[in-house]
Structure formats: C-alpha cells, structure tokens
C-alpha cells in the first residue's frame, strides 16, 4: 500500500472537493466562488495526498507579482497533528515568496501564523441578519448596467491591488446580485451578494460614504428575501461599518484576523465595510 504524502497542483474539477471540505469546517462557501478565484490564477490550489487518497489541501492565489492571498487551509480530521498540515502551509508559502500575502486566520490558529512571519492588521467581525421585504428607497442600479471598467477603476482603487481577472467571473456568477450606488455618472460605491451553502453571504461592500452603503446593502437583504440569513463581514476598525450592520439588525457571530507578512496595504478601511 503506497503511503507517501505528496503535495500537487489541484485541478478545477478537484476545487469541489475542496469547497465541500470547507463546508464541513462549518465555513459556508458561496456555491460559485471557485470559478473567480481558478480563473484570477489556476496555478493556486493545492492538494495533500498520503497515496491516492487526498487528505489536506491549501489554496494560494497571486493577484499579482506583489500581492496574493491564502485560504482553505484544511487537514481531514484523522490526519491533524501528524505533520501534513505544515507540509502543504510551507508549500504555499514558498508558491507566494515573492508576494505580500494576506489571510484570515481563525483565533486559535493567529498565534501559528504569526510564526510563520504574518503580523495581525485588524480583526474582521462576522454579522448574522437576514433578508427584508422592500421598503423602497434605495436608490441603486444593477451593475450590469455600470461599464466594467467603471466598476474595475473604482475597486483598484479599494483593494490591496488590481484584480481584474477575478471582479468580472465575481461580478457575472449565477444566484447572486451585483449592485452599485450611482451619483450623476460617477460609482459611489458597489456590493455583491452571493448564495452560499446556507443563506448569502455580502461581499465585497465598498462604498464612499455611509448612505450609499445602507443603500447598497438594503438592496441586497431585499434580494435575499425576507428571514433568509444573511452574513457580513466587518472590520473592527471601520465604525460606521459596525454601526451599519447593528442597526440592520444584524448580530455578531465570530471573529477572524486580518493578517499580512508585509506591510499592510495602503486602502481606505471607512470604505470597506465588507471584503
């Protein structure tokens, strides 16, 4: 019986095994978020195998040469502590050398990550609300209606770098809704809200100022549908992003730290109620 751990590529077919690990890690996956993450770079995903049988896996995306981000860091339960998990970590780390990389890291995992050299930014905060009724109002447009690059300008201008390759698959993916807060011809602010393995997750939610963002929101909740959950992920330092989502009604359910190996990218936090 063959037991040597090796360490390749994953391919696309193989990122539904991966998506259904996260789920049952109780991390809820939206259902279409493989095909914006294999598309921004197919060369980021990696697999564990002790034989021909998969047992951890690691996703390292490069948005560039400057900037990448790690996730889907899992070891199967009956293989934890046995060696595996470091293995592949180190073989993503070594993927993103040349990289700034960013992750989110789980509190009991923050301290690991620090000795691997990433250093705490802000903490995010995950909120639990649900859809609504329309109340009307909101004034926002379907961002299909908005010029993509219209659209890429003003998330360049948000995010840690360029991420053209990924917005449009995101922006385009089935059973979601992509919004933006419109003032005469110029982007206030965008949002997109995707279905998830239970209820939607809201993400990204940019905006210039705290109206467009309430707008942008409502919109999506609505679309959502009444009592279905909703999930929104803050960052603690943002206050009228927190402010935000308690007066939506929405609650805290856990936390995650923003983490980086570098400096922290140089983006307006008051914009970004939601990465």
Same mark, same amino acid.
């Given at each position: 019986?063959?037991?040597?751990?090796?360490i390749? #590529?994953a391919?696309?077919?193989? &990122?539904?095994t991966?998506?259904?690990w996260a789920a049952?890690?109780? !991390?809820n996956p939206g259902?279409?978020?493989?095909e914006a993450f294999?598309a921004?770079?197919?060369?980021g995903?990696?697999? +564990?195998l &002790?034989?021909?049988?998969p %047992?951890s896996?690691i996703?390292?995306? *490069?948005?560039?040469?400057?900037?990448g981000?790690?996730?889907?860091?899992?070891v199967k339960p009956? $293989?934890?502590?046995? +060696?595996y998990? %470091?293995?592949i !970590?180190?073989?993503?780390l #070594?993927y993103?050398?040349e990289?700034?990389? +960013?992750? @989110?890291?789980?509190?009991?995992q923050?301290?690991?990550? /620090?000795?691997s050299?990433? #250093?705490?930014? $802000?903490?995010?905060?995950?909120?639990?609300?649900?859809?609504?009724?329309?109340?009307?109002?909101?004034?926002?447009?379907?961002?299909s209606?908005v010029?993509f690059?219209?659209?890429a @300008?003003? @998330?360049?201008?948000v995010?840690?770098?360029s991420?053209?390759?990924f917005l #449009?698959?995101?922006?385009?993916?089935?059973d979601?809704?992509a919004?933006g807060?419109?003032?005469?011809d110029?982007?206030?602010?965008y +949002?997109?809200?995707?279905?998830?393995?239970?209820? $939607? /997750?809201?993400g990204?939610?940019?905006?210039? @100022?705290?109206?467009? *963002?309430a707008?942008?929101?409502? /919109?999506?909740?609505?679309?959502?549908?009444?009592?279905?959950p909703v999930y929104?992920?803050v960052?603690?330092?943002?206050?009228?992003?927190i402010?935000?989502a308690?007066?939506?009604g929405?609650k805290?359910?856990f936390?995650t *730290?923003?983490?980086y190996?570098?400096e922290?990218?140089?983006?307006?936090l008051d914009? %970004?109620?939601?990465?």
């Amino acid at each position: 019986m063959n037991t040597e751990y090796t360490i390749r #590529k994953a391919s696309r077919s193989e &990122l539904a095994t991966i998506i259904d690990w996260a789920a049952l890690e109780g !991390w809820n996956p939206g259902l279409h978020d493989a095909e914006a993450f294999y598309a921004t770079d197919p060369d980021g995903f990696f697999l +564990g195998l &002790l034989g021909e049988e998969p %047992i951890s896996c690691i996703s390292a995306v *490069a948005y560039n040469d400057a900037f990448g981000f790690l996730g889907f860091y899992i070891v199967k339960p009956d $293989y934890r502590g046995k +060696g595996y998990g %470091i293995r592949i !970590w180190n073989e993503a780390l #070594k993927y993103l050398a040349e990289q700034n990389v +960013g992750l @989110d890291g789980v509190v009991e995992q923050q301290e690991n990550y /620090k000795r691997s050299g990433f #250093k705490l930014a $802000y903490r995010n905060i995950r909120y639990q609300g649900v859809g609504i009724e329309d109340e009307g109002g909101a004034e926002v447009v379907s961002l299909s209606e908005v010029p993509f690059d219209l659209v890429a @300008d003003y @998330d360049d201008r948000v995010f840690p770098t360029s991420r053209h390759a990924f917005l #449009k698959p995101w922006l385009e993916q089935p059973d979601s809704l992509a919004v933006g807060a419109m003032a005469s011809d110029s982007l206030q602010g965008y +949002g997109v809200v995707r279905k998830c393995r239970t209820g $939607y /997750k809201v993400g990204p939610l940019f905006a210039d @100022d705290e109206a467009a *963002a309430a707008a942008l929101l409502q /919109k999506m909740r609505v679309y959502v549908g009444e009592d279905t959950p909703v999930y929104l992920d803050v960052p603690e330092v943002n206050d009228q992003a927190i402010a935000l989502a308690e007066r939506s009604g929405m609650k805290p359910m856990f936390e995650t *730290a923003r983490m980086y190996t570098r400096e922290v990218p140089d983006v307006p936090l008051d914009r %970004i109620p939601v990465e």
